[in-house]
DNA sequence: TTTTTTGCAAACAGTTTGCAGCACA
DNA sequence: TGTGCTGCAAACTGTTTGCAAAAAA
């Protein structure tokens, strides 16, 4: 996988909550080119976390001619300029990576490592650690990223059953909501 | 060839974390070699987070013959074992990964984007947080990751300095401790 | 001897770069 | 009309795989 060099760039921090991307980067003097109207409808409108390649497909459906280098590079250019949060979600689904909006309040991401569920847990022990790293060690945070990779409830009970009838074929009914799929190289 | 020698006496580290790698290794049933021995060897003794290149590196130094993929293949181990952790380190360095015996105390990552320094926070906020996943959600929290960006206190005053005095050169006396230094590319 | 494990070369996934031409402000 | 943006091809990084030879148990 590439790598990308994690700018330190200038997230402003104390941000306005309330503005589009696409408004926040009017202001920046950024042009908003048909193609990056394209990816941002996509990244705003999508509840999901996308990855680039997915993100590619999609646009794609719009736009046949868009290219996967400019999907990688408006990505950088949203990530560099704090508007999207860059995510590994416990890597289930290999080494690329997710995008969310930067607007959201700050939460971890709790991935079932069985069915790839990815929920979002809001809480204040979030809130608590920030303040703790800032306050002991005088850090100033710009980001946090927290990851919880374990099995959901639905794996749980899913696994208690599949011991009990072993002989049974997979019956498994995936929960809704988002799912990433642990991916298998080709071999 | 160099005799398998039974290292898990005396590693200065003052941490007598009860098992070592290579006892949990045995135990399984898996083999200790010469090539593995020298890479649990680095990994236990560096308290610092490795990646797999650097850990080659070091590994060469003792072994010239080893290869890069037998680093790979034991840090996959290693990790599936659930022996280590995997770190992103936010990808201040590239894209790569880091590695950390997994015995210790669960912690956050504190990562400076300007110097690189790397620093490990604990604190009940973290348990607080597993504890309100499984409680809430009913989640089996198998692995937590949590790392935070922004500026150390250091970088801070550093950037004031740098803001007042702007025809300066760089005088910048890095923190000490473990740094992982932001990569840029060829061009 | 039997079963792993290694080394080597080559493939692979995800991402980035260089450059000529197109398009937005 | 000029500067920024796009598409294309190709490079690049980090990692994995297939297979024969080497080394543990």
Redesign the interface.
Known sequence: ????????AAHGSGETQGESIQGSLKERGIRLTRQRQILLDLIDKSGKHLDAETLFQLAREQDPKLNRVTVYRTLKMLKQGGLVD?L?L??LGG?QHYYETRMKQEH?H?I??RCGKV?E?F?E??M???R??EQ??????????????????NC?SQRLRELAEVAAGPSSEPNSGEHIQPRQRKG
């Open positions: 996988m590439a790598a990308k060099r994690a700018a330190a860059e590994d416990m890597h080494d971890a709790v079932c490592l929920e847990f809480g022990p979030l608590r650690l920030r703790q790293v002991n060690m005088g850090f100033h945070v710009l980001i946090a990223r927290t990851e919880i990779g374990g099995y959901c409830v749980q």
